[in-house]
């Protein structure tokens, strides 16, 4: 079967589209060797070896420049141009950024996390599909193409990670399991979580974590932004945004913050126009 563009369903030719850009790719190339990681197992290449010089490459079904809507060329304008220098600078040395610079690194954030866990994209190194890749909305990348907007309830929130950071003290909380809500009108969808982490210049081994959430109609917090140790970078990003404030959370930290959200919470039917949140949740097991 032909390919169709995951925006506009007009045929793909060829392989698809980088999900990572090359630009950011070849940040890491020759900075090997990288292991991938699946559930905290190396994951072997197909020579059985479990290190590689370069980050796998993940590619998605987008249209290019030989049809009309050339979805590549948008996703390239609309976030790739706008956010490339700034996320270079912050990779490079921790740059501060401000105004609506921080709102281009975010939006460029929620795209590539989004990109990265569709069903159609591809690791061409492990030649299949993420194993948890996450259920889209019908429509709702055709109507972030045809408005230029990020879809509704995702929020995407940044860190600062070195392994060899001194442990930091963690709030107590529970982990969040992301249900899956819908209205009778067919609005809603099923939450899911992901978490990306990109290698900073620096020599001590400092990355900077993005970690996105999908809440369909769902109200969430993220308990470690109240003590400040993750910042906020969408909806609602902030004026200004320096890592170099942030302290480094450590292997341990990192851990528990890829498990603040979960997925596969049960399904709720909800009226239409409320939305669910972890009171309104309460109220409903007392309900029952
Ligand atoms: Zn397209």
Known sequence: MPKT????????????????????????????PFTIEIDRQPVPKHNGKTERQ??????????????????????????????KRHVN??????????????DAVAQWA????????HPKAVNTELRKRPRRSWVFPDGMLPAMRSTGKIPDDLSLWAAVVNPDAPPVALPSFETTVLPRVTWENGA????????????????????????LAFHPLTDIEHPLEEV?????????????????????????????????????????????????????????????
């Open 5 to 32: 563009c995951v925006f506009c369903g007009a045929p793909v030719p060829g392989k698809g589209e980088h999900v990572l850009p090359t630009w950011l790719l070849r940040r890491s190339d020759g900075q090997g």
């Open 54 to 83: 370069q980050l796998a490459r993940v590619l998605l079904p987008v249209c290019g420049g030989d049809s009309p809507s050339d979805c590549n060329g948008w996703l390239n304008d609309t976030f790739e141009q706008p956010a």
């Open 89 to 102: 600078d912050i990779l490079d040395s921790l740059q501060v950024i401000t105004g609506q610079n921080v």
């Open 110 to 117: 929620v795209k590539t996390l989004l990109l990265s866990n």
């Open 188 to 211: 809603g969808g099923t939450g899911s979580s992901t978490m990306l982490g990109f290698a900073t210049s620096d020599p001590i081994g400092t990355t900077i974590a993005f970690q």
């Open 228 to 288: 400040g140790l993750v910042t906020r970078l969408w909806p609602n990003p902030p004026a200004r945004l320096d890592f170099q404030t942030l302290p480094a959370l450590d292997q341990a930290a990192k851990d528990r913050m890829g498990r603040v959200f979960a997925s596969g919470g049960e399904r709720i039917n909800l009226p239409v126009g409320e939305r669910w949140s972890r009171s309104t949740m309460q109220g409903y097991f007392s309900a029952q």
